[in-house]
């Protein structure tokens, strides 16, 4: 099992009041799958995301998370394995994340750091191997002929795929993409997500990706998860998420929930309106 989630609960204090952004999740997510995350805004995908890679710890006392059986984090605390454990996992962000003013290859070289002695990465010297190896990962998302060009003046499309491109010379096992495509318009954030979706059928990478646009999760995915105000409300095969399942997680306002808004007295939105911000169909 590539990662497994147990009671993982979260609660933020802001204002004076609580907010429980993980209320008691249970996930197993097995090696080699490609599982969209999907939900409204707010309802806790980044959040997963971020106690999954070890980056927060849930609250103290109970959850875990495994990742290829090893703990990341038990009752509130961060294992003391997780520096080694992240080297496995890939994160890619919304926003790139990648130095604009370096080159593309110097950023997927970046990818290589826990490999080299911190030297190495200061004065930007790896071995030929390695450059070899982050050019072969450049060529397999198909930017490699952007190789010596600097990542500011790359398009948001081919930013994220050089990310990609990173994450794949880390030697990572796992992608968890937190919105990868949210920025991207509709022929570059296809590209990217067939650039995810290669490297888990070649590689078998598992790859977590929260998803605005329910049609990607349908169309890449084989599974989806949806979230609604931390709790898991959907899990199954990306092509069940009907449009009556669609209303229910997007739209219908649930009792005491203060979370997205919606229209719970007027008649119901069609559901291609349901996700928000719609992406066009296909062609
Ligand atoms: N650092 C934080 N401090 C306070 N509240 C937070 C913090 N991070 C997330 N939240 C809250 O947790 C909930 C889930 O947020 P998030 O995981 O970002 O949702 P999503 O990624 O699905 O949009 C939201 O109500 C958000 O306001
Ligand atoms: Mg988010």
């Not at 600097?150 to 796992?174: D, E, F, P, W």
Request: aromatic share 4%; hydrophobic share 40%; net charge neutral.
């Amino acid at each position: 099992m590539s990662i497994t989630v147990r009671r993982l609960s979260k609660r933020f204090r802001s204002n004076g009041r609580a907010c429980c952004a993980l209320d008691q999740i249970d996930l197993d997510i097995a090696d080699g799958e490609m599982v969209a995350l999907i939900g409204p805004s707010g309802s806790g995908k980044s959040t997963l995301m971020r106690h999954i890679a070890g980056l927060v710890a849930g609250d103290p006392g109970e959850g875990d998370v495994l990742f290829d059986g090893r703990p990341v984090q038990s009752g509130g605390r961060i294992s003391r394995e997780i520096r080694e454990l992240r080297c496995r996992i890939g994160f890619i962000f919304q926003q790139f994340n990648l130095v604009g003013r370096l080159d593309v290859l110097t950023n997927v070289l970046a990818g290589a750091i826990h490999r080299h002695p911190m030297w190495r990465t200061l004065a930007g010297v790896y071995p030929m191997q390695e450059r070899l190896a982050a050019m072969h990962c450049l060529e397999r998302v198909g930017m490699d002929d952007k190789a010596a060009q600097r990542a500011s003046t790359l398009s948001g499309g081919q930013q994220q795929r050089v990310a990609i491109a990173r994450a794949m010379l880390q030697g990572a096992r796992t992608i968890l993409a937190d919105e990868p495509i949210a920025s991207l318009d509709p022929s570059s954030a296809r590209r990217v997500m067939e650039t995810l979706a290669r490297i888990n059928s070649e590689d078998r990478t598992t790859v977590v990706v929260s998803l605005h646009q329910v049609e990607y999760a349908r169309s890449f995915c084989s599974r989806a998860i949806a979230l609604r105000a931390g709790k898991v409300v959907f899990d199954g095969p990306a092509t069940d998420l009907t449009d009556d399942r669609l209303l229910a997680i997007y739209h219908h306002r649930l009792d005491g929930e203060d979370g997205p808004s919606s229209s719970p007295s007027g008649p119901a939105a069609p559901v291609v309106a349901a996700a928000p911000e719609p992406e066009p169909a296909f062609a």
